[in-house]
């Protein structure tokens, strides 16, 4: 039985019913969001696991703040469910990870963002082909995948058991593949908390090992078109603040506006920028046409309409390119900052303050030829995905916690990131499917070696 045809229904459901928990940060459905998958995952027979983050020890890892007062992790698990296979400890353990939080919904909604919605389907009988949601492409849909690749690949593992048949199965997809189903080894399925955080619960599993064995390597469904990402950049945020002096807005000429100085270093920064997109290359990149962009994501200036403003603060985003070290990247920026004071005098008395807030997202990258990048490719070109080159991604990702711990990692699942945090989140249900079902011929690839 094909794919679509045994799970489509029960992925279908479960994806929507997860899509219907508000699980933003610290929000109460978040933990009933983990309770609700792990019962779902024991009940189809996981081994379950569940681990909190202990915010002492985030407090020492780079990505979170210095306090741990700052990093929200009380009553949030993370959840793992385990399937065996043949003898575990003689085989490989991989990983399916996924993140349950989201963002918030935010404006320009047509409907209920928590209230999923199926469309385009043919006819008033026929299923929906697309699935618009918060959280639907970012990422419960490649949470749903994950779980229903792990399932399926059990199934394949106990027909062919059933059937005593050979060891080599031709699998059911669109180019078969013989796939040795006499498994060794382990697929957990993770549902972790807060990574639009800084990854809170993948951060914890990597710093200490919730599982009573080892990991080596995992696949993370973020939305890549279904396209294998090796690379991921990292991101520094930091926070500018600016002083002058206020005067009536009648007599202006008597103040200091902050807001000509603020787009003197702005100006600066994108100089910068630009010299780092040309310097800074990575093969991975060269497609886009801001490689290491920074954003100047909020800004607030002054107090009241008939005052110059004398007061500002600005947040940036700052990219980081996989090599570079947020370090690194840091020091460029303060030099940046550093040459704009020297060279103008508004600062003489007003020198500006640039400082670290929120998380910080240190750039991954595994090589192209790691095995479970070659098991995704080979099961990718079984179900008709041909699309197999290794890319780089300009967001930062979870992979990162696990590739500092030693295990290799590689982000592969449906939608694209371009609906990630946007209004109307959409999915195409094909999409999710195809996903699913690539992930279960992978995991079998890698586990039978």
């Known amino acids: 039985m094909d794919f679509a045809t045994a799970w489509d229904d029960e992925l279908r459901s479960f994806a ?28 189809w027979g996981f081994e379950t696991y569940r681990w909190e983050a202990d915010p002492e020890a985030l407090a020492e890892h780079p990505s979170f703040p210095d306090n741990p007062d700052d990093i929200e992790t009380a009553t949030r698990p993370s959840v793992g469910g385990v399937l065996e296979f ?30 999923p919605r199926w469309s385009d389907g043919d006819g008033d009988s026929a299923p929906g082909t697309t699935l618009t949601a918060r959280g639907a492409t970012d ?60 990854g809170i619960g993948a951060a914890a599993a990597a710093l200490e090992n919730p599982y009573p064995f080892s990991r080596d390597v995992a696949i993370i469904a973020e939305p890549t078109q279904c396209r294998p990402v090796v690379a991921t950049e990292g991101s520094l945020m930091k926070r500018l603040r600016l002083e002058g002096r206020s005067a009536h807005a009648a007599t202006r000429w008597h103040g200091e506006s902050v ?3 603020f787009e003197r270093i702005r100006r600066a920064f994108e100089d910068l920028e630009t010299e780092r997109g040309e310097r800074v290359s990575h093969p991975l990149y060269e497609e886009f046409p801001i490689p290491w962009p920074v954003c100047v994501g909020r ?31 840091e020091r460029e920026f303060e ?47 079984s179900n008709g995905l041909t699309a197999t080159e290794p890319r780089g991604a300009t967001y930062g990702a979870d992979s990162r916690h696990y590739v500092r711990a030693g295990i290799p990692t590689v982000l592969f699942g449906p939608g694209d990131i371009q609906q990630a945090h946007f209004p109307e989140e959409s999915i195409e249900w094909d999409e999710v499917l195809t996903a699913s079902e690539t992930l279960a011929t ?3 690839v890698f586990l039978s070696g």
């Open 16 to 43: 929507d019913e997860l899509c219907q928990f508000e699980t933003t940060a610290g929000n109460d459905d978040e933990a009933a969001a983990q309770r609700w998958v792990a019962d779902a995952l024991e009940e």
């Open 86 to 115: 043949g003898d575990p400890d003689a085989g490989k353990t991989l990983v399916l990870n996924g993140h349950i939080d989201v963002v918030p919904a935010g404006n320009g909604w047509e409907g209920e963002p928590f209230e």
């Open 139 to 198: 990422m419960k849909c490649g949470v749903a995948a994950c779980v229903f690749a792990a399932r399926h690949l059990e199934s394949m593992v106990d027909d062919h058991e059933d059937s005593g048949t050979d060891s080599d199965t031709d699998i059911d997809t669109d180019t078969a593949i013989d796939l040795d189903l006499d498994l060794d080894g382990r697929l957990v399925v993770e549902s972790v908390v807060g990574e639009e955080e800084g």
């Open 259 to 261: 807001l000509p100085a």
């Open 299 to 329: 800004v607030e200036a002054g107090n009241w309409a008939s005052s110059v403003p004398d007061e500002l603060t600005a947040e940036l985003r700052i990219g980081v390119a996989p090599g570079e070290t947020v370090e690194a990247v």
């Open 335 to 381: 030099r940046q900052l550093s040459d704009v004071v020297a060279d103008d005098p508004f600062f003489d008395s007003n020198p500006p303050e640039f400082e670290r807030f929120s998380i910080q997202f240190e750039p991954a990258e595994i090589d192209a030829d790691e095995p479970v990048v070659r098991a995704v490719q080979e099961a990718m070109l």
């Open 442 to 444: 992978a995991a079998g």
